[in-house]
């Protein structure tokens, strides 16, 4: 199998947001934990802006190596699986 090289690419403004969204309740989580009140909340605002964080990361379209058919990767990610032939595709992302 051979290894797909991608670019970097840049966010657009609502992954932008997303990321941004997810980092404040990121923080605002790990600041809840930290007291005895605020710790259940804390967790749910801490995974749910981790989940925000992942979700909002670029993503970039790729073709199946070996069926063709078109996946979506997101920036930073080692590989990326097809859906149709469950194959794994490996990924090198390069500074754009």
Do not use: D
């Not at 923080?27 to 979700?55: C, D, E, K, Q, R």
């Not at 790729?62 to 979506?72: L, P, S, V």
């Amino acid at each position: 199998m051979e290894m797909i090289t991608l670019k970097n690419k840049k966010p657009t403004f609502g992954e932008s947001v997303k990321m941004g969204l997810g980092v404040f309740l990121l923080i605002t989580g790990v600041l809840a934990m930290l007291s005895i009140v605020g710790f259940l909340p804390g967790i749910g605002l801490f995974l749910f802006g981790y989940l925000l964080m992942h979700f909002g990361r670029p993503k970039v379209a790729i073709t199946c190596a070996n069926c063709g058919g078109e996946i979506e990767a997101r920036q930073g990610e080692k590989k990326a699986k097809c859906e149709h032939c469950e194959t794994a595709n490996p990924i090198k992302w390069t500074k754009a």
